[in-house]
């Protein structure tokens, strides 16, 4: 009866890229934000000291 119900629970491949596409999109939005306030501190810190 068990194995059974397993066989039902299996997650394709497929399944998880539906399922991870809006997480992908949110990490890309996330990284260009740390890339802005990444160069923007580093141009302050630049600025101070040259």
Known sequence: MREAILETELVTKRDLQIEL????????VLKW?????????????LKTFF
């Open 21 to 28: 596409a809006p997480i992908r999109t949110d990490l890309a």
């Open 33 to 45: 934000i740390c890339g802005f306030l990444l160069a923007g501190v580093a141009s302050l810190v």
